[in-house]
């Protein structure tokens, strides 16, 4: 079965680092979302791709966060510098164009930052 | 501001038992209540969803009840099993959007 895969899956830093995730959707979905998970709450949206391009970042704090989707299909999450309370899960999932009801999560990455 | 309010946060049930978690909303322009199923270590993952034209959805031993009037939507697992321990969160997602809002989660504990 196809899965989103994301890397690393946990991620230790100290604050005013550079981290940065990677994800890798499911083959042929178009549509590619990075998401942010405090523990105890559900997932906010952070970035919404369409192919390689950025359809909504609203909610991304721009001023440190940064997403990628250079050829459409991989992409890149960044946080530089970190701070202690970008401690979160970041979940990656992906649908097919046009079948936003059925996002498929990766597995995410925990980040800590100390 | 929360736009969709969750309860219990956490809930233990008995094996064969009914768990049943709550969800509330505001917004009048969410037309899609979804709920997640989130296990540890992986990511949420659609469980059953309900749109509110409807009543009811069943699926399953799973059972979303709706009640349009009251913004109040649930989930309910029958014959509660030890392998439905996760965490559960109710969505919803406004008309014209992509994006659902998200509860806070209700972790839930069967005992066998």
């Known amino acids: 079965e196809a899965e989103v895969a994301q890397s690393p899956r946990y991620k230790i830093t100290e604050k005013s680092q550079a981290v940065a995730f990677w994800c890798d959707p499911i083959s042929g979905h178009a549509t590619l979302y990075w998401y942010r998970q405090i523990l105890g709450q559900g997932p906010e949206l952070l970035v919404q791709f369409q192919d390689e391009s950025v359809v909504d970042d609203s909610q991304l704090p721009k001023d440190r966060f940064s997403a990628e989707r250079l050829k459409g299909v991989d992409s890149t999450l960044k946080i530089q510098p970190a701070e202690l309370g970008d401690s979160a899960m970041y979940l990656c999932?992906?649908?097919?164009?046009?079948?936003?009801?059925?996002?498929?999560f990766g597995p995410g990455t925990r980040l800590t930052v100390l | 501001q929360q736009q969709v309010k969750q309860s219990p946060q956490s809930l233990i049930v008995q094996k064969g038992g009914i768990s049943i978690i709550n969800c509330a909303y505001e917004?009048?322009?969410?037309?899609?209540f979804p709920w997640y199923q989130q296990f540890p270590g992986k990511g949420p993952a659609l469980l059953i969803a309900i749109r509110p034209d409807v009543s009811e959805k069943k699926e399953g031993r799973f059972t979303i009840s709706f009640n349009k009037s009251a913004k109040q939507f649930s989930l309910h697992i029958m014959d509660s099993q030890p392998g439905d321990s996760a965490t559960y969160f109710c969505a919803a997602r406004p008309g014209g959007s992509y994006i659902p809002t998200f509860g806070r989660g209700t972790s839930l504990i069967v005992h066998p």
């Open positions: 917004n009048t322009a969410f037309d899609y």
């Open positions: 999932a992906s649908s097919l164009e046009g079948r936003y009801n059925e996002q498929f």
